[in-house]
């Protein structure tokens, strides 16, 4: 379930940019394409780093500085995001168009791809602490359950 979620959630999401390439600026099919499959690659891979070096889910999550990792975790993951959408980017600008680009000036960009990592990032963070809490919750209430049987 987790893979359907991630595959369909970055897809969703990323059917807006290749809309927004595609037919605001004119980007080619190709480069659509490539668009699409390579933003559904880099949510997928930054968040599921993330799944990989988070152990603590659920409860944990309401445990004394847990919102304080969450915000840090967040904001390393949205530069991880901008950093590998502006590497796409500079792609795009040299290997493609042909265009001569700075490729730190690149690199830095941050209004566009920071703030849009910065809400996926939030959002995505959040459901999987959310749903892993809900099924701590679930699998808690259906022990004490058993335990009330038993008394």
């Known amino acids: 379930m987790y893979w359907k979620f991630q595959l369909i959630g970055w897809s969703l999401a990323s059917i807006y940019w290749v809309y927004h390439c595609y037919f605001i600026n004119n980007c080619s099919l190709s480069w ?75 690199m830095l960009f941050w209004d566009p791809p920071l703030v849009t990592g910065l809400r996926l990032m939030s959002i995505w963070v959040l459901a999987y602490h959310l749903y892993h809490y809900y099924n701590q919750q679930i699998a808690l209430t259906e022990h004490n359950a058993e335990l009330s049987i038993l008394a």
């Open 32 to 106: 659509t394409i490539f668009s699409f499959v390579s933003d559904v690659l880099i949510g997928i891979s930054i968040t599921h780093l993330y799944k990989l070096n988070n152990k603590k889910s659920g409860l944990e999550l309401f445990k004394k500085g847990s919102i304080f990792r969450l915000a840090i975790s967040i904001i390393v993951l949205s530069v991880l995001f901008m950093l590998l959408v502006n590497l796409r980017r500079h792609l795009y600008w040299v290997v493609y168009i042909g265009q001569n680009r700075d490729f730190l000036e690149t």
